[in-house]
């Protein structure tokens, strides 16, 4: 048996859930790097938090959808994958939420498979993304004495399912509007900020590669629509990515753009960050700024791509290396 292992933050399920969420969020020293004082930083910003992130999620049905689409992904993916014949069981571990990584890491030591092939549920490359929920599988107790086998999946944005998810859920949105305008409804790709110091500092490639794949599906999509990138969810004083979305979206009202259809390219499933900010925030702002339509397109994970993707990631894996022969990771998607 081989074990595919899905990694992503996860989320509270319920009110309850929000405030030990968000310490475990802000304990991440790769997101929030503090040299001393880590407990009490988390500790601190998830009591002052709290009280907002909970009536966020309480306006969405009071938590996070992440937890129970994650783990139809994973139902989904290993049926398919079973019914090409391949000896696969899928596992599922959160970041910050349970079934934990070091949790989900311990169930696949119990089951005893030849090989391990780990997707982190997010598609572009990022140290506070996929190097965080890494890290925290090396530190999982039993993952390093029991040597599993292992390839490593770093990024896949440049799948071509990928592209094609995103602009069949584009070409969604854009059919919401009047055939008259709908070859020139710009298109925002809103992706998940970044602190500027990650891309100068670190060098971490995430906005090259959401630039990457913004290119790659307006290329695909054809037409003549504008297309713009901007970045949301910034938390704290500190200088992110720019242009902020919720800033961004006013300034092209004001331009005098009347339509807008909204990308959240970075964002696989339904999120607090798609459904509240984007639909509850961003986009009664430019509608409020003098917009007259605002469409966000649906995540991959209402599209019949997701699948498809996590399939090939799968296939290309066992094709080119055969994993209970040798550890070997793999960086990429290619």
């Not at 509270?12 to 030990?20: A, G, H, L, N, T």
């Not at 298109?187 to 100068?200: C, D, E, K, M």
Request: hydrophobic residues 40%; contains cysteine.
């Amino acid at each position: 048996m081989i074990a595919i292992f899905l990694l992503d933050f996860g989320g509270p399920e319920k009110q309850e859930d929000v405030r030990p969420f968000l310490t475990n969020l802000f304990s991440d020293h790769d997101i929030f790097p503090f040299p001393f004082g880590q407990t009490f930083f988390a500790k601190t910003m998830s009591k002052w938090r709290a009280p907002k992130v909970k009536k966020q999620y309480a306006a969405i049905g009071g938590g996070s959808p992440l937890n129970r689409q994650s783990k139809e992904i994973a139902a989904q993916l290993e049926k398919n994958l079973k019914k090409a014949n391949l000896d696969v069981q899928v596992f599922t571990g959160f970041r910050y939420w349970r079934p934990s990584i070091a949790e989900t890491v311990q169930k696949i030591v119990r089951a005893k498979p030849e090989g391990m092939i780990v997707i982190p549920m997010f598609p572009q490359y990022s140290t506070a993304t996929v190097l965080s929920v890494f890290k925290e599988l090396e530190r999982a107790p039993g993952f390093s004495e029991n040597k599993i086998p292992m390839q490593k999946v770093e990024w896949w944005h440049t799948l071509p399912e990928f592209v094609a998810g995103w602009c069949y859920s584009i070409k969604r949105a854009l059919d919401s509007f009047d055939p008259a305008v709908r070859k020139s409804v710009p298109i925002l790709f809103s992706a998940h900020g970044l602190p500027l110091s990650f891309v100068t500092k670190r060098k971490d490639p995430y906005p090259d590669q959401i630039r990457e794949c913004a290119e790659s599906i307006i290329k695909y999509l054809g037409g003549d629509n504008p297309a713009y990138i901007a970045y949301q969810s910034r938390v704290g004083p500190s200088e992110w990515l720019k242009p902020a979305t919720i800033e961004f979206v006013p300034t092209l009202a004001r331009r005098g753009v009347q339509h807008l259809v909204i990308v959240p390219i970075s964002f696989i499933t339904d999120h607090l960050e798609t459904l509240y900010e984007i639909d509850q925030e961003i986009i009664p702002t430019g509608l409020k700024a003098g917009m007259k339509k605002i469409v966000r397109c649906e995540a991959l994970f209402h599209t019949p791509y997701l699948i498809k993707c996590l399939e090939r990631l799968v296939l290309q894996r066992l094709t080119k290396s055969r994993i209970p022969r040798e550890a070997h990771e793999v960086s990429g998607s290619s």
